[in-house]
Structures are given as C-alpha cells and as structure tokens.
C-alpha cells in the first residue's frame, strides 16, 4: 500500500513540475515585459535633474560658506580693536572651519562627516528616484539592455549618490552654521556693536536654508517620463520587495523584508516606557493625566501659531529674528507668471462684434504685487446671429499692474495702446490708427487647480474720450493665469 502512495506522490510530482516551471516561466516573462515598457527617457531625465540640483546646492552653499567667512572675518577685526585675544579665541577656529568646508564642497578635502539622521537629506521622492533606478541596474535580464542603456543607467545612479551626498554635505553646513549662530550670540554679547552683523548672518542662514527648500521642491515636480516609468515599476511585485529592504523607511526601522520585529526596533521607546517615564516625573492619578493634556493643549497650540508664521522652517533654531521676504529665495523664472484672458465688445455704427484674444506675462515684485506686459489680437464676429463672420480688427499691446487688495480682491491699472484699421465709413484722417487706453478696476482671482487660477476684470477706460470713433469706457475680461 505504502508502495501505490509513494508512486502516485512521485507521479504526482513529475506531473507537476512542468506545469509549475512554465507557470514560473510565465511570471517571469510578464515580469520582464512590464520592465521593459518602462520609457528610456526616464533614465536621462532623472540623471539631468540629479546633476541640475547637485549644482545648484553646490553654487548656493559655496555663496553662503564666502558670506559666512566674510562676516565672520569682518567680527574678527572689529573684536580685535576691543580685545585682541578674544578675538582670537572666538573665530580663528571657525574661519579655518569655514574654508575646510568649502574645500569639501568642491572635494578637495574629504567627505563631510553627517550623521545617520541625516542619511536621507533629500526625502522620499529621491529616495524612490534612486531606488528605482538602482532595481533596474539591476535587472539586466529582465530589460535586456543594450550596452547604451546600461551605461546610462551606470551614469544616472552616481549622479544620484554624488547628489545624496551633496546634501548630506549642505545639511551638515546647515547644522554647523545654526550652531555657529548660536555661539556667536552668547560669546559677543558681552560686546557692543554686533547686533547689525549678527542679524545679517541670522539673514543668510535663514534664505540659505530656504533656497535649498525651493531648490528641492523644483526637483520633486515629477515630468511625464517619470510619472509613467513610476507607475509601471509600482506594478512589479520585486520592485516593491525591493523597496521593502532598501527603502529610506525600512533603513530607519531596519526592516528587512517588511518583518518589524521587536528585536528589529531596539532603542525605541514602548508606550508603557512613556507612561511610565511620566508617571515618575508627575506622579499617578487623574490629577497627573489632566496636568500633560494641559501641558500637551498648549504645547499644540503653540507650535500651531508658529507653523502659521512660518510653514516653511524645520527647525525651531532657523527662526528668523526679521520679516523675511518671501520672494527672496525664488529665481527670475520662477517669479513669472503667465497668462491670457478674454474680452468682447458689441457692435456699433462703425465696429462689428469682437473678441480680443490677449496673451501676457506679469513679474512678481513683491507677494502682493506683480506688474508685466502683453499683447492681443482683436477678432471680428460680424454684427449678429443672422451676420457673423470673422474678419481682423486690429491689435493691442498692454502694460499692467495688479496690487492686492484684501482676501482675493486686486486692484488692476494698466496703459494700452490699440491699433485699428481703416473705417471705410469715416473721411480720411478722422479715424485714428493706434488710439490710448488708461484702464482702472477691480479683478477677483480663484482658484481652479494646483497650478491654474481664474480671473475676472471690470475695468474703465478713462482715455475713452479720446478715440475717435468713441468706445465703451467698461472693459470686462476674463481669463486665467499657470
């Protein structure tokens, strides 16, 4: 009996192992054929933002670490004058400090030492960019790469670890330099004379710090390329296993293969350690609970307010002691502002129906205001439904400013210059070739996605007067701004 089991088992088996093998054929296949749709353009595109950032940050902190010499050089002289060997104790050490960073910076020394904390600087989205492409390196036999791509690929990942470590360098500058701040404050303030230079580093370390944010927001904003190849790699079931073992989160917990065991998270405090923490601080009993939600109310409230005044900082000591200006940080380009709008005219005696059609581009010079230029094509619709056809009647150039006002409410001025072609109907040198617009009002500005917002703009012409034939003095436009 035993006999008949074993051989239908071992039937069984062989049977089997056919199937499973082409099954497993099979996964592997469908596997590979997902890999290989990822596009070729997402490889490129992440070592040229790599690089892009990596020179960024490098050209920014070298400005910063020249600044910090600078003052701290200029402190150093005038100290000298009051007390020559304070002077000496207080910043030879740190100017010396100062130019072995920006020897690191342009690798002429070795590496910054950071610490672990620091080991991921550039968030989740690089630490998945990086992932990413570290898994199809190593998938050769799944993308059957050709000698091109891999070489690419071998390119695009030390792009990413030279970026890794750039920022790992430029926290670590940014550690030093609050920390430098710090004891600059304590050390002069026994001295007179200092408070304009201390505010000025004060100044840099903040916009430094905020030039890198904006520099990292840039480079989190996902191109076409790499939204696709994200998707299709998501879909994989050994990317994600991939992800589980080398990803920023699993380095952090030490998770090998998703598993968190105890042993795994060594170091970290229990909840019952908590409690029992603040049970030996406190004491026991209701009285010693309400005592921390108290406590633990107005700590809330307290960094809520500070969060309103600046969402932008990641840590309490980079709070500025100034107003900041908000657009300091930001680049020519990204203080541009495009747009286009709409505006009809009806018909008159000498004028059929029209529909300007208006293009334009504001610089913003200040958060609440903006100025710029523009330029429009008026179309003509005919004279009515039973009359409509297109024909041109003239053009525009523009000029504007917009100042805000309260909540969404702006107010818009502007000066325009409109060219029209002949009127048939008018003696010659009656009608005016280019005629002025002096325009004033009101525009109300919504919201309609992340990156478009609406606008509407009641405006009067007070040039109106001055056209011949006479126009409507209100102008109502509509369009949108990205």
């Not at 910054?112 to 690089?126: D, E």
């Amino acid at each position: 009996m035993k006999l008949i089991h074993t051989a239908i088992f071992l039937f069984c088996c062989f049977s089997l192992q056919p199937i499973l093998a082409q099954d497993i054929l099979a996964k592997k296949d469908s596997v590979a054929a997902k890999v290989q749709q990822v596009p070729e353009k997402f490889i490129s595109t992440a070592k040229s933002k790599a690089d892009k950032l990596n020179k960024q940050v490098t050209a920014r902190t070298d400005k910063a670490l020249k600044r910090f010499l600078k003052e701290e050089q200029a402190m150093q002289k005038k100290l000298a004058k009051i007390d020559s060997v304070a002077a000496k104790n207080i910043f030879t050490r740190s100017i010396d400090s100062l130019g072995n960073l920006q020897a690191r910076l342009k690798g002429k020394l070795g590496k910054v030492k950071v610490p672990s904390m620091l080991s991921q600087p550039g968030g989740p989205y690089l630490d998945s960019l990086q992932n990413s492409l570290a898994f199809l390196k190593g998938s050769n036999d799944l993308l059957k790469q050709s000698k091109g791509i891999t070489d690419k690929l071998g390119n695009a990942t030390k792009s990413m670890d030279a970026l890794k470590d750039k920022l790992q360098q430029a926290e670590a500058i940014k550690s030093f330099i609050r920390e430098r701040k710090q004891q600059l404050k304590e050390q002069l303030s026994q001295y007179t004379g200092f408070t304009k230079d201390l505010q000025k580093m004060n100044k840099e370390a903040y916009y430094y710090a905020q030039q890198l944010k904006e520099y990292k927001e840039v480079f989190k904003d996902k191109r076409k390329a790499e939204q696709k190849a994200m998707e299709i790699i998501k879909k994989v079931p050994a990317f994600n296993d991939f992800m589980q073992k080398h990803s920023q989160i699993a380095g952090l917990f030490n998770l090998q293969g998703g598993s968190a065991n105890p042993q795994d998270l060594a170091g970290l405090q229990t909840r019952s350690q908590v409690e029992q923490l603040i049970q030996q601080r406190l004491g026991g009993g209701p009285n010693a609970g309400a005592a921390v939600g108290q406590q633990m109310a107005e700590a809330r409230s307290r960094i809520n307010e500070l969060k309103s005044k600046f969402p932008d900082l990641d840590n309490a000591a980079d709070m500025p002691n100034f107003k900041p200006k908000e657009l300091k940080t930001k680049s020519f380009l990204q203080r541009l502002e495009f747009g286009s709008n709409i505006q009809f005219q009806r018909s008159t005696k000498f004028f059929p129906t029209t529909s300007d059609l208006a293009g334009q581009v504001a610089y913003k010079f200040h958060k609440n205001g903006s100025a710029g230029i523009g330029a429009s094509y008026k179309l003509g619709l005919g004279t009515g439904f039973n009359d409509i056809h297109f024909s041109g009647q003239g053009a525009s150039i523009r000029s504007f400013i917009d100042w805000k006002l309260k909540g969404t409410f702006y107010l818009n001025g502007g000066y325009e210059q409109n060219y029209q072609p002949d009127i048939a109907s008018l003696p010659d040198g009656i009608g005016q070739s280019w005629t002025p617009s002096g325009l004033i009002g009101i525009s109300k500005k919504y919201k309609i996605n992340s990156k478009l917002k609406g606008n509407m703009m009641v405006l009067f012409d007070f040039l109106y007067n001055q056209h011949v034939p006479r126009t409507d003095p209100i102008k109502v436009r509509m369009g949108y701004n990205f």
